[in-house]
């Protein structure tokens, strides 16, 4: 008897012992565990991933949502401001076109006093030349009588 059958006879003692101790059946739990808990890793990082995607896909809805919002705002404030500046504008040109023609009346009560007071000094210049001529041409009564007729005349005319 050599070494190899010794050696052979030890090897199926060795495998005997290691079916006797279950040692397969603790060998595949044990890979039937590891595989379980593999599949459990694999299933939660599927499930992180699927949540990833989610917040991906909410934190990118809300982006646009605050981009769409920034641009409606801006475009807002752009027609606020043509607004603002149109109604300026329109303010600016009323004010204006009230000072002109307040400058307008202005002048034209200026022009009408001016011809008025010319009026009233050239009849009291014509009353005084008619008195003057009248007092050397006529007599005090009859001066008088005429000079109050033409007085009322010129204020009717006046009026």
Do not use: C, H
């Given at each position: 008897?050599?070494?190899?059958?010794?050696?052979?006879?030890?090897?199926?003692i060795f495998?005997?012992?290691?079916?006797y101790?279950?040692?397969?059946?603790?060998?595949?739990?044990?890979?039937?565990?590891?595989?379980?808990?593999?599949?459990?890793?694999?299933?939660?990082?599927?499930?992180l991933r699927e949540?990833?995607?989610?917040?991906?896909?909410?934190?990118q809805?809300?982006?646009?949502?605050?981009?769409?919002?920034?641009?409606?705002?801006?475009?807002a404030?752009?027609?606020e401001?043509?607004l603002?500046?149109?109604d300026?504008?329109?303010?600016t040109?009323?004010?204006?076109?009230?000072?002109?023609?307040?400058?307008?009346q202005?002048i034209?009560?200026?022009e009408?006093?001016?011809?008025n007071?010319?009026r009233?000094?050239?009849?009291d210049?014509?009353v005084a030349?008619?008195?003057?001529l009248?007092?050397?041409?006529?007599d005090?009564?009859t001066?008088?009588?005429?000079?109050?007729?033409?007085?009322?005349?010129?204020?009717?005319?006046l009026?």
């Open positions: 008897m050599d070494a190899t059958f010794w050696a052979l006879v030890a090897l199926i495998l005997g012992i290691l079916a101790m279950k040692v397969p059946a603790m060998l595949g739990n044990a890979l039937d565990q590891r595989a379980e808990r593999i599949r459990n890793e694999l299933e939660e990082a599927r499930r949540e990833a995607q989610q917040l991906l896909a909410e934190y809805r809300k982006r646009r949502e605050a981009e769409q919002e920034a641009k409606d705002l801006v475009d404030a752009k027609r401001a043509k603002i500046v149109t300026a504008k329109k303010k040109e009323e004010y204006v076109a009230r000072r002109a023609a307040m400058a307008e202005k034209a009560q200026a009408r006093d001016a011809v007071e010319v009233s000094r050239a009849v210049v014509a030349a008619a008195s003057k009248l007092a050397e041409k006529v005090s009564k001066s008088g009588e005429l000079f109050n007729a033409s007085l009322r005349e010129v204020k009717s005319k009026n």
